[in-house]
């Protein structure tokens, strides 16, 4: 059974610019999918057609099994989702807020306030149960959203650019209790350019830029297409303002950093004599982590190296 199933949608918005190309996907019920792309990409507005904010031009979306034309109030009651941008009323408390979606839900109250208190536990606001929203701070929003997305106990959540302002230990408690749900059997699906989270988090993925999927596999089948390394070098002086590396795609970190993107098959001892014959004393090389961004540059063959001298 798919927990989203997303058939040739396109999009156009009123201005005419053409968000989504033609789109198909299928997440299956327990997945833990990540949508992956830039910014501008059309992530949120994938994630705007599936939770009906956003009207599609055409195309169908089913969410677990019930297309959201010919059911929409049913195939909402599967969906939770976590919008980007906060969307609270300032004056409203926590409690109100959350205990209005259940109503919405067709929640009983007393089970309502059984999971309110639950959720708001778990993650670290139950203090701020009787706060006015203009009280809290960033993260604690952002945790009310999850609460308010998690009220109606929803088979799939969605977390639009969950992680964006959300600092390191909210990052943590949000990750576990998320690793939870989906232990519990819950379809997580997130939306990300923060790439390393799509590559701890996710079994499988999609790859969107400029309004269509340019890849959807497992992420392990995605990193192991991966021929491409980043390195970071630094240099003990400023580097030289006219840089050439032959071959090689790099761009300046700041006056002493660059960033380097080479195949793994080859060596960087190249570019270290390459460095070396211009006058670049090396203070040290790291391997940059990140190999799914490496990834990604490949893939999509638009690179952030414009600005830094690609040769
Ligand atoms: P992402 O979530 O991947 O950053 P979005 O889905 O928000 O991308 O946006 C995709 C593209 O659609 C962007 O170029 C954005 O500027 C454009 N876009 C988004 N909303 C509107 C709108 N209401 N009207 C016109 N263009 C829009």
Not at 98 to 124: C, E, H, M, P
Request: with cysteine; glycine share 8%; proline share 2%.
């Amino acid at each position: 059974m798919l927990a989203i199933d997303i058939k040739n949608v396109s999009k156009t918005y009123a201005d005419g610019f053409v968000a989504l190309k033609d789109i198909s996907l299928e997440i299956k019920k327990g997945d833990f999918f990540a949508l992956l792309g830039p910014n501008g990409a059309g992530k949120s507005t994938t994630i705007g057609i599936i939770s009906s904010l956003v009207n599609k031009s055409s195309g169908n979306v089913s969410i677990c099994g019930v297309d959201v034309d010919e059911d929409f109030n049913k195939a909402k009651s599967y969906l939770g989702v976590v919008p980007q941008e906060v969307n609270l009323s300032i004056f409203e408390t926590v409690e109100q807020i959350i205990l209005n979606q259940a109503g919405y839900y067709g929640v009983s109250r007393s089970l309502a306030n059984t999971r309110l208190d639950f959720l708001l536990k778990k993650l670290d606001i139950y203090d701020k149960k009787h706060a006015q929203i203009r009280m809290l701070s960033g993260g604690m929003k952002r945790r009310v959203m999850i609460a308010r997305a998690l009220i109606h106990n929803p088979q799939v959540l969605i977390l639009d650019e969950p992680t964006a302002g959300v600092d390191v230990e909210l990052r943590h408690l949000m990750w576990n209790f998320i690793q939870e749900l989906h232990d519990g059997g819950m379809t997580i699906i997130l939306t990300t350019h923060y790439l390393e989270e799509a590559e701890q988090l996710a079994k499988n993925i999609a790859i969107i830029n400029n309004g269509e999927i340019i890849e959807n596999t497992t992420v392990k089948e995605l990193l192991k297409q991966l021929d491409k390394e980043m390195y970071i070098i630094d240099s003990k002086e400023f580097l030289p303002t006219k840089l050439h590396i032959k071959g090689v795609e790099f761009s300046k970190v700041d006056e002493t950093t660059i960033e380097v993107v080479i195949d793994k098959q080859s060596s960087i001892n190249a570019i270290i004599k390459e460095l070396d014959s211009q006058g670049v004393e090396i203070s040290g090389i790291r391997n940059k982590q990140n190999r799914l961004e490496a990834l990604f540059i490949q893939k999509t063959k638009k690179d952030n190296f414009d600005k830094g001298g690609k040769n």
